[in-house]
């Protein structure tokens, strides 16, 4: 996550911005680093993955505060910005 941060940084997105970035990325990244038992990868990355962890948010029966649609929609949206990021930069 270190590189995207900068990567962004470097683009000139506000703070704001990479903060907001960076509390929709940090769950996802842990919900894959738990499903495949390590830190994950750009590879990891997927998808299934994706789709998966919105799934996972959806669920009442989250521990967590389930998402709401609209909120599912912005972590949706926030994840297709880092997929952009990753292909830009492969």
């Given at each position: 996550?270190?590189?995207?941060?900068?990567?962004?940084?470097?683009?000139?997105?506000?703070?704001?911005?990479?903060?907001?970035?960076?509390?929709?990325?940090?769950?996802?990244?842990?919900?894959?680093?738990?499903?495949?038992?390590?830190?994950?990868?750009?590879?990891?990355?997927?998808?299934?993955?994706?789709?998966?962890?919105v799934?996972?948010?959806?669920?009442?029966?989250?521990?967590?505060?389930?998402?709401?649609?609209?909120?599912?929609?912005?972590?949706?949206?926030?994840?297709?910005?880092?997929?952009?990021?990753?292909?830009?930069?492969?």
């Open positions: 996550m270190r590189e995207v941060v900068r990567a962004l940084r470097a683009e000139n997105y506000s703070p704001k911005t990479i903060e907001g970035y960076r509390e929709k990325w940090g769950p996802f990244f842990a919900f894959v680093d738990e499903r495949l038992g390590g830190d994950p990868t750009i590879a990891d990355f997927t998808l299934e993955n994706a789709r998966d962890y799934v996972y948010r959806l669920d009442p029966g989250d521990e967590r505060r389930p998402l709401s649609p609209g909120s599912a929609g912005t972590h949706v949206r926030t994840l297709r910005a880092i997929s952009g990021w990753f292909e830009k930069e492969a």
